[in-house]
């Protein structure tokens, strides 16, 4: 059974940068033919694409928050990881790691719990 | 960038009564690449339906998507007590990917 886990720091200061982990079980990054990405949800609010990332390295991020995001991973841990930088109030959310299905590797069909980073001084 | 609005905001029904869930796209979503998710409280979304009207694996029957374009709709025929949630739509069609506010099914 495929499972996804966040991990990192729940609270980050104003203009650091955010950093989390994902760790994949159940399913091997590097074997895989699917996509890994990031998703998050302020609280109370909607959910927002934030980018994602194949095996190879090949990335894809939401233009609104390209100059900030960087996504990676590490086969060797099976996990990958997201970083954000400059960050703000408004940053503030729920953050999901998951898998992508589909054509355009879009399609999220396993979730992982969700982690709730803070950004507050 | 495509919009995703849905309606109505709250659909207050009782277990057992069909539910119309809208979801409008502000430009026709390419190749109806348009999925639906459930959410319930402290937990992540799950996938119902992708391709505008594919279940995903384990979704029940009385769950349906339909629609094309900009129009697109998810049906739930007879709802029961575990379907009072969330639903988001997201269009995956063109790129940013994007969700909708959601829709939030309540008991009445």
């Known amino acids: 059974q495929l499972q996804l886990q966040e991990s990192g720091p729940g609270l980050v200061k104003p203009s650091e940068t955010l950093s989390l982990t994902c760790t994949v079980s159940?399913?091997?990054?590097?074997?895989?033919?699917?996509?890994w990405g990031w998703i998050r949800q302020p609280p109370g609010k909607g959910l927002e694409w934030i980018g994602s990332i194949f095996n190879s390295g090949s990335t894809y991020y939401n233009p609104s928050l390209k100059s900030r995001v960087t996504i990676s991973v590490d086969t060797s841990k099976n996990q990958f990881s997201l970083k954000l930088s400059s960050v703000t109030a408004a940053d503030t959310a729920v953050y999901y790691c998951?898998?992508?299905?589909?054509?355009?590797?879009?399609?999220?069909?396993?979730w992982g719990q969700g982690t709730l980073v803070t950004v507050s001084s | 960038e495509i919009v995703l609005t849905q309606s109505p905001g709250t659909l207050s029904l009782s277990p057992g009564e069909r539910a119309t869930l809208s979801c409008r796209a502000s430009?026709?979503?390419?190749?109806?690449?348009l999925a639906w998710y459930q959410q319930k409280p402290g937990q992540a979304p799950r996938l119902l339906i992708y391709?505008?009207?594919s279940r995903a694996t384990g979704i029940p029957d009385r769950f349906s998507g339909s629609g094309s374009g900009t129009d697109f709709t998810l049906t739930i025929s007879r709802l029961e007590p575990v379907d009072f949630a969330v639903y988001y739509c997201?269009?995956?069609?063109?790129?940013?990917?994007?969700f909708g506010q959601g829709t939030n099914l309540e008991i009445k």
């Open positions: 998951a898998r992508l299905w589909g054509l355009v590797a879009a399609v999220i069909d396993y």
């Open positions: 159940g399913d091997s990054i590097s074997s895989s033919n699917y996509y």
């Open positions: 391709d505008a009207s």
């Open positions: 430009q026709s979503v390419s190749s109806n690449y």
């Open positions: 997201q269009q995956y069609g063109s790129s940013p990917y994007t």
